[in-house]
């Protein structure tokens, strides 16, 4: 799987009547490298590339003769340039920086401009394809811009990120949990499970006793790698320093993912919460590996969903996914020593669920911003029910509506019955524009059309979760999302993300009733509570078209769990 450079890259729009043996697919003007000598180009073709060059309308550079290609060819500015940010050489440069990597021969200044610029590829004299800035696609520091299926960047790709492509697994088995109830038991098991191999990517690791769970497989032989997050909000906590100082102690390998002196951060943050057992299994949450998410059976935390996986068919997708991420620029090991924090506890909570096994199940990876599309597409699919279950929802940047939940209301106008639970926590509810608003505009929304759907706030407090960090989503009584992707811009859009999308009657039943017990506790919205309507908050379409509801403001969550 090829992971694409810090360079913006950008794919051309061919003329049509033209047949060319090239076309240009990527293209990085406006990189984070001082000077922004590691600017590239990429082509795509097979053949010969005599008479083949670039050109920005003031310079150009052309291939030698005899020289021909299949495949990708990157072209840089300054080859050395390219390796430091890339951690290898392209194929070509034009201005001369390494011995090793052949010349372009180049005519005039070829210095891709950051505001306004254009690529032009010709072959003998004739021009075959063109990209223009903006134009064809809008210039962002350090964003790879790319053509897919005839279409200019399809998601946002910044400099390094990957893009793995989505992979649906069948025959699969293994066991869904929930927080708090039955959580930390299969935590502690599939830690338990590695013998060899212990790899561990989690955006908060806070848990004493989790740590010491680890600790054992290391004494017991096991190799430990874990990914942190670098900056999470608010910085690394003292519980966390100890956590990741007392592991590293022990042999552990702890690294995060940050900005570095070398390389930007590929990821706005490294939010995803997964953990490999010697490449066999694999468990994905929605959790960080905290207190509140894997709290000990008996004490209360988040209501969040998982899964432990056991198929190396899957596990080996993700220890991919993983290998990718620890190999950047921005990877800083973490040299700290420490000691454990105190086990604060909390307050009781009597498990309601326990846990399910299935067999024979379809899954499909989940990444962010690989594949995280594949949200909005798994709730458009639904016949029948929509059950949705978040932290939060916001609208995104700009007044734009946010995709998820506007597939959520598509859906409701089809007829499928849909239901969503928001987080009530205070940090979730206290501002004038967060959960409780969100969930009286989407009442509002359905009231004024009469549609199938309706937001309630979680039930929380003694004898109930603690708050909702869950991500997830039911539909049809059969296919379910278990993910760490927040229903806001930044998070499927920016940060590295993880979940699984499980097609199996035995795990959807469990969910299902999962969400029907917090549905019935959360009760029906307050009557007090009714959506704003003053005009700096965010519109949001309705009635087909024809009415149009005020969603206003729009929602910021400053806080990232």
């Avoid at 005009?535 to 078209?545: H, N, S």
Wanted: glycine content about 12%; proline content about 5%; charged content about 20%.
């Amino acid at each position: 799987m090829r992971i694409l450079p810090l360079f913006l890259a950008l794919g051309l729009l061919c003329c049509g009547a033209v047949t060319a043996a090239f076309t240009i697919t990527e293209v990085c003007p406006d990189t984070w490298f001082k000077g922004e000598a590691d600017e590239y180009i990429v082509i795509t073709g097979s053949g010969s590339l005599t008479g083949v060059s670039v050109s920005d309308g003031e310079g150009s550079a052309r291939f030698p003769d005899g020289d021909r290609a299949s495949g990708d060819v990157i072209l840089a500015q300054q080859a050395e340039a390219y390796r430091m940010v890339h951690g290898a050489y392209p194929d070509y440069e034009w201005y001369d920086s390494a011995p090793g990597v052949p010349d372009l021969i180049r005519t005039g200044t070829l210095k891709l401009g950051n505001g306004g610029d254009e690529v032009i590829l010709r072959e003998n004299g004739r021009e075959t394809c063109r990209v223009t800035w903006p134009g064809d696609v809008v210039c962002r520091e350090g964003q790879v811009h790319f053509l897919e299926d005839g279409v200019w960047d399809p998601r946002p790709l910044m400099i390094g990120q990957s893009r793995f492509v989505p992979v649906s697994f069948t025959g699969v088995s293994g066991t869904v949990f929930a927080s708090p109830d039955t959580s930390r038991e299969i935590l502690d098991s599939a830690i338990a499970l590695a013998e060899t191999e212990l790899l561990i990517n989690v955006y908060e690791f806070t848990s004493p006793g989790i740590a010491a769970d680890v600790a054992a497989a290391l004494n017991d032989g096991a190799s430990v790698t874990i990914l942190l997050e670098g900056g999470p909000v608010g910085g690394i906590s003292a519980e966390e320093k100890g956590v990741a100082g007392y592991l590293r102690d022990r042999g552990a390998a702890v690294y995060t993912m940050e900005t570095t002196d070398t390389a930007h951060a590929r990821y706005r943050y490294n939010h995803a919460k997964y953990l490999i057992a010697d490449r066999k299994t694999v468990l994905v949450t929605s959790e960080n590996f905290g207190e509140t998410g894997f709290p000990e059976r008996g004490t209360t935390g988040n209501r969040g969903w998982g899964i432990l996986i056991t198929d190396p068919r899957v596990a080996g997708y993700f220890a991919d996914i993983f290998t990718a991420d620890t190999a950047g620029s921005d990877i800083a090991a973490y040299t700290s020593t420490g000691t454990l924090p105190d086990d604060e506890g909390g307050e009781g909570y009597k498990a309601v669920f326990g846990t399910q096994s299935f067999d024979g199940a379809t899954v499909t990876p989940v990444l962010a911003p690989d594949t995280a599309y594949l949200i909005p597409a798994l709730i458009e699919g639904a016949k029948k029910s929509v059950d949705i279950q978040q932290a939060y929802i916001s609208n995104w940047t700009g007044g734009a509506p946010n995709p998820y939940l506007e597939a959520a209301v598509e859906g409701a106008r089809r007829g499928v019955h849909v239901r969503i639970i928001l987080d009530s926590y205070w940090f979730n509810t206290e501002g004038e524009n967060d959960n409780d608003e969100m969930a009286a505009r989407i009442n509002a929304a359905a009231a004024a059309e009469g549609l199938p759907m309706e937001a309630r706030l979680a039930r929380l407090g003694p004898g109930y979760p603690e708050k909702v960090h869950n991500k997830g989503v039911i539909v049809d009584g059969n296919a379910v999302l278990i993910s760490s992707v927040n229903w806001n811009e930044n998070s499927p859009s920016f940060n590295r993300e993880a979940g699984i999308i499980i097609e199996n009657p035995d795990a959807g039943a469990y969910f299902s009733a999962v969400f029907n017990a917090d549905w019935e506790d959360a009760g029906p919205l307050q009557d007090n509570l009714s959506a704003p309507t003053d005009d700096t908050f965010l519109r949001q379409e309705i009635a087909a078209g024809v009415v149009m509801l005020l969603f206003i403001g729009y929602f910021i969550r400053r806080r990232r769990w």
